[in-house]
């Protein structure tokens, strides 16, 4: 997966009332008085630009410094220059402003670009901020469930008010609150990354995003939606250490689909010229510089439609298949992984029986089963027929002697059988390939919880989802009669049932384990992918 062009199974997820969603708004805001009319460097304009993060209880104070001259190439362009002093840095946050404002420079040139921003000012009364908040699946929700004394089941979590803020504690050296950040491992930092560049390119009308909601024409978005995700794969790329797959920038942008990603060399020498130009060690601003940009409008325009190899294959899971995710304490750090996993790789020769290797192969019947028998006719009509009312009720290692008088049913759980068994291999392979690289990519303990989870009835498949570790657990499973007006069904909460007390039946394996409200999404932006809506500021 961590190569071209090795296919990724991407399911993209759709949390209820946008709890998998990433947000961010766009607006001009009065501008402080004492930031009005502040000095710049000659030769550039000099506008604040504020990203609130309420959930973080933080604001990145950043000046906006643009080149506001004729300029040549090592000139930089833009700038994102910290206000204070106290500022902590994000990359990610720093990176998307920084490119994205790059681009539009490079797109409409000086001229162009500069009456944007005066556009916005209207005299230095306003200033362009940026407001963030994510659904409560990208960060765990356990303190909000006992400060309300609820126990941790699907229903309760899907209940829960939307954008809760993060948990804070004392820092005994400091006597001051911090901010605990717990992620789930849904890709918090590719869905920032993601939204803030289709943001600030709908705001000032770059593109123009399909509404949240609204179902658009084959194709009708699809201009619109891959700058989107050639800009957000660069900035992410950059932010990361030029480390990734991609496939969460993909996922953030199309939902589920399949990914191939794009090859190294299609993103390479810009990753290196953005790193060689903010090389010098004490500088505390990030800057892209005039040829840097105009590289960004080739690449992320995608000019002559010979830059970008990477392929996305529309699919969607069928009506009566869903997923659910646990947040499992714990946590991982992705790059680090894929750099140790990467490095124990380029160590196998060529053509030997190895992890890698069989798990390539596994991926790609995997794939088979998903955009081929998954998608045919006979089997959504078995899986409507028979789902519910018997296999959701049945252990899957039941499944087969229960259906021998059935052949409608003996296929669709041949099928559902077939993907099962598939999972199973591709988790013996990266456990092997973990153990070999000496990375926990399936944990113990999480083998333990999958194990557990795929013994129940209803269940198809559980594993570790993208990078391994303690992030998080999926499941796939046969959704069951529907309970609490929809909300939930009943395979999914005897999942949560068996969640909910692991932490006290299995001590020092995984402490907590916590559903989220996660469902399965299909392909497309209005509905599934990046899209604009009327969330507000």
């Known amino acids: 997966?961590?190569?071209?062009?090795?296919?990724?199974?991407?399911?993209?997820?759709?949390?209820?009332?946008?709890?998998?969603?990433?947000?961010?708004?766009?607006?001009?805001?009065?501008?402080?008085?004492?930031?009005?009319?502040?000095s710049a460097p000659e030769g550039y304009s000099?506008?604040?630009?504020?990203?609130?993060?309420?959930?973080?209880?933080?604001?990145?104070?950043?000046w906006l410094e643009v080149k506001s001259i004729a300029l040549?190439?090592?000139?930089?362009?833009?700038?994102?220059?910290?206000?204070?002093?106290?500022?902590?840095?994000?990359?990610?946050?720093?990176?998307?402003?920084?490119?994205?404002?790059?681009?539009?420079?490079?797109?409409?040139?000086?001229?162009?670009?500069n009456k944007i921003l005066s556009d916005v000012s209207q005299n230095g009364l306003k200033m362009v901020s940026i407001k963030l908040r994510a659904g409560n699946d990208f960060y765990s929700c356990l303190g909000h469930l006992e400060s309300r004394k609820l126990d941790p089941t699907p229903a309760n979590v899907s209940a829960l008010p939307q954008f809760l803020p993060c948990p804070k504690i004392v820092d005994?050296?400091?006597?001051?609150?911090?901010?605990?950040?717990?992620?789930?491992?849904?890709?918090?930092?590719?869905?920032?990354?993601?939204?803030?560049?289709?943001?600030?390119?709908?705001?000032?009308?770059?593109?123009?995003?399909?509404?949240?909601?609204?179902?658009?024409?084959?194709?009708?978005?699809?201009?619109?939606?891959?700058?989107?995700?050639n800009l957000a794969q660069?900035?992410?790329?950059?932010?990361?250490?030029?480390?990734?797959?991609?496939?969460?920038?993909?996922?953030?942008v199309f939902g589920t689909h399949v990914f191939r990603r794009f090859s190294k060399s299609v993103l390479e020498k810009v990753l290196d010229d953005i790193e060689d130009a903010n090389s010098e060690g004490s500088k505390d601003w990030f800057g892209v510089t005039a040829s840097i940009a105009n590289e960004l409008v080739r690449i992320a325009s995608n000019e002559g439609g010979a830059v970008w190899d990477a392929q996305t294959t529309a699919l969607s899971l069928p009506a009566g298949l869903e997923l659910l995710m646990a947040d499992v304490c714990g946590g991982s750090e992705s790059p680090s992984m894929a750099r140790k996993i990467l490095s124990w790789k380029k160590d196998q020769k060529e053509g030997v029986d190895n992890p890698w290797e069989r798990l390539k192969a596994t991926n790609l019947a995997l794939e088979s089963v998903f955009c081929n028998d998954f998608m045919s006719q006979t089997f959504r009509d078995a899986l409507s027929k028979f789902g519910s009312s018997k296999l959701a009720h049945i252990p899957?290692?039941?499944?087969?002697?229960?259906?021998?008088?059935?052949?409608?049913?003996?296929?669709?759980?041949?099928?559902?059988?077939?993907?099962?068994?598939?999972?199973?291999?591709?988790?013996?392979?990266?456990?092997?390939?973990?153990?070999?690289?000496n990375v926990p990519v399936e944990p113990q303990g999480q083998t333990s919880l999958a194990d557990a989870t795929m013994a129940l009835p209803g269940v198809v498949a559980a594993g570790v989802p993208g990078a391994g570790g303690y992030d998080a657990l999926f499941v796939l499973y046969v959704r069951g009669v529907a309970i609490d007006g929809g909300k939930?069904?009943?395979?999914?909460?005897?999942?949560?049932?068996?969640?909910?007390?692991w932490g006290d039946t299995h001590t020092g394996e995984v402490?907590?384990?916590?559903?989220?409200?996660?469902?399965?999404?299909?392909?497309?932006?209005?509905?599934?992918?990046?899209c604009s809506s009327d969330l507000g500021w």
């Open 72 to 113: 040549n190439g090592d000139d930089f362009i833009v700038r994102i220059i910290p206000r204070y002093e106290d500022h902590m840095p994000n990359p990610y946050v720093e990176k998307a402003l920084s490119l994205t404002f790059a681009y539009i420079h490079g797109s409409l040139g000086v001229d162009g670009f």
């Open 172 to 229: 005994d050296e400091t006597n001051t609150e911090k901010v605990v950040v717990n992620k789930t491992g849904m890709g918090s930092s590719a869905a920032l990354v993601t939204s803030v560049i289709g943001a600030i390119l709908s705001h000032f009308g770059v593109v123009t995003l399909p509404l949240l909601g609204e179902s658009s024409l084959p194709g009708e978005d699809e201009p619109n939606l891959r700058l989107v995700h």
């Open 46 to 62: 000099r506008h604040p630009l504020d990203v609130l993060s309420p959930q973080f209880d933080t604001t990145f104070r950043y």
């Open 234 to 252: 660069i900035c992410h790329c950059s932010a990361q250490g030029k480390v990734g797959s991609g496939f969460d920038v993909s996922a953030a």
């Open 488 to 501: 939930s069904d009943e395979v999914r909460e005897r999942i949560g049932n068996l969640w909910k007390s």
């Open 511 to 530: 402490d907590l384990v916590c559903p989220l409200a996660v469902r399965g999404a299909g392909h497309g932006g209005g509905n599934f992918g990046i």
């Open 396 to 437: 899957a290692e039941n499944w087969e002697s229960s259906c021998t008088s059935d052949s409608e049913l003996a296929g669709l759980v041949s099928t559902l059988l077939k993907a099962r068994e598939l999972f199973k291999l591709s988790r013996i392979d990266l456990k092997a390939m973990g153990d070999a690289a």
């Open 1 to 38: 997966m961590l190569e071209a062009p090795n296919p990724g199974l991407v399911i993209g997820a759709d949390g209820t009332g946008g709890s998998s969603r990433f947000f961010a708004s766009v607006a001009a805001t009065p501008t402080p008085r004492d930031l009005m009319g502040a």
